[in-house]
């Protein structure tokens, strides 16, 4: 084990990406399981808070600690099992996500959820539910967790699997472990929220399995120490678009119209190729502006683009899928001609590379700023995203903050990024982030789409499932960890 205590050494550990700033007494690193287990009963005996760090990359202080000890799963990084036959692998919770999709790729393979940020670990993606830009097609990684281990607070270990045996049947929820405890409560009734993605608080759902609980729930119930995870294979091509519109309305229709349609191209009475995208991403003027130097082709006079990819089984297909897109792009844009296209490997690296360079430019302006990134993770209902998104888009040109929009639109998923310059803006920034987030909420949708609550957030939970619905979530918490020693301060106040 490797224990930090100097202030120089462990202050690296002690934010994010949010950039809170928290404290603790030291700075643990378990080197293998045994360590880890020996580590969180020692806490639990000397009653001693503790807070599991992954790759420091969240946006709202989950792996920011404020007292105790912080325990870091930077060594428990094996990729331990693969089974192309049955299409899994097994990955310890340090393993970092672009090393392993580098792995699975070398072998034919890949995990569809794809948090931007690749240096994340695993650990992280299932604490955060995460998803990324796949989603539209596939899902968030709680659709790939096959099996869990988890440490439990008190050092007990359980494993679990997504089998029908461990799968609640109504809503009383309870679980015997191998210590002889059991664990029991009664799942409350969650207000519906009526979007397509949502990680706010715990997933407490009839039909749920056990493991369900602690994807998402933010290092609060217990350590995840092992997961085995569903892979699929590798697509044999894929294509993709970035496309240039000269108005937000017209780019909006082409989403709305593009998740509507099926256009087959048929032979002999079979159909033969479809316009069916894995990802709709979005990007607003501001956000390009912010890259045009960089990308000198992009056209002049843009107010946003849309960046889709569609997979496809072989040349003749691609062909026709192409011919397809470029039709039904150029209803929609007069920057048609100038649409990117992405065929071949290193030309969807260059898209990537476009799409990380956007927020990476934007954390320079926020290094250069004397005030934090004020930022959003909201999803509504796909039947009210374009006036929500209009409705705020009015809002943040009236303000003249300085503002960038982002997010995957297929989803109706969007995230806001406020710059504040003094404290003014600062103040305008906040109420608009709180206007455009209780906007959501009121529209049955939600604050928390892929980042978590965290520390940053945690007002919000209140107000999207009541006060009454988020003491009996904490009363769950204590059910696991009666001492109240693990992840303070992430999801409650």
Request: charged share 25%.
């Amino acid at each position: 084990m490797i224990e930090k205590t100097n202030l120089d050494e462990i202050q690296n550990y002690l934010v994010d990406s949010s950039n809170l700033k928290g404290t603790c007494e030291k700075v643990l690193i378990p080197e293998n399981l045994t360590e880890l287990v020996n580590i969180i009963k020692h806490c639990y005996l000397n009653d001693i808070p503790y807070t599991i760090s992954g790759g420091g990359t969240g946006l709202v202080g989950g792996r920011v600690p404020f007292d105790g000890v912080l325990i870091s799963t930077e060594k428990l990084n094996g990729i331990l099992d693969f089974d192309p036959q049955n299409q899994f692998v097994v990955v310890e919770p340090g393993v970092v996500r672009k090393d392993l999709d580098e792995f699975l790729e070398s072998k034919g393979f890949f995990l569809p959820p794809n948090p931007t940020e690749t240096n994340s670990f695993i650990g992280g993606n299932l604490a955060c539910n995460s998803s990324g830009s796949r989603t539209f097609k596939y899902g968030t990684m709680r659709d790939y967790v096959l099996a869990l281990d988890v440490v439990l607070p008190d050092g007990e270990t359980v494993s679990l699997q997504r089998s029908e045996v461990e799968r609640v049947r109504n809503s009383h929820f309870s679980y015997y472990l191998p210590s002889g405890k059991t664990i029991e409560f009664v799942i409350p009734a969650l207000p519906y929220v009526n979007s397509s993605k949502n990680t706010a608080g715990y997933y407490l759902h009839k039909g749920m399995h056990f493991l369900d609980l602690f994807i998402g729930s933010e290092g609060t119930l217990g350590t995840i120490v092992k997961a085995k995870l569903k892979v699929e294979r590798l697509p044999e091509k894929v294509i993709g678009f970035i496309i240039f519109f000269n108005e937000l309305a017209s780019a909006l229709d082409f989403i709305t119209k593009t998740k509507g349609i099926i256009k087959a191209e048929t032979e002999n009475g079979k159909k033969k190729a479809y316009i069916s995208p894995r990802l709709i991403e979005y990007f607003d003027r501001n956000s390009l502006l912010l890259v045009s130097d960089d990308y000198p082709q992009i056209p002049k006079n843009v107010e946003c683009a849309i960046w889709v990819e569609q997979e496809c089984s072989n040349n003749d297909v691609e062909e026709i899928l192409l011919s397809l897109w470029l039709e039904h792009i150029s209803k929609f844009t007069p920057f048609a001609s100038e649409t990117w296209v992405a065929t071949q490997d290193h030309e969807h690296r260059r898209f990537a590379d476009f799409r990380h360079l956007i927020p990476t430019r934007v954390f320079e302006l926020v290094a250069k700023s004397n005030y934090h990134k004020i930022g959003s993770d909201v999803a509504v209902n796909d039947n009210v995203f374009a006036n929500y998104y209009l409705r705020l888009t009015k809002m943040l040109e009236n303000s003249k903050l300085q503002y960038f929009v982002w997010g995957h639109f297929g989803n109706s998923h969007l995230h806001l990024n406020l710059i504040p310059r003094n404290e003014n803006e600062n103040r305008l920034a906040q109420q608009i982030y709180d206007e455009h987030i209780i906007d959501a909420i009121s529209l049955g949708g939600t604050y928390s789409a892929e980042h978590g609550t965290g520390k940053l957030k945690r007002k919000y939970l209140e107000m999207m499932y009541r006060k009454d619905i988020v003491q009996k979530m904490k009363e769950i918490k204590l059910k696991f960890d009666p001492k109240n020693l693990l992840g303070r301060g992430n999801l409650f106040f």
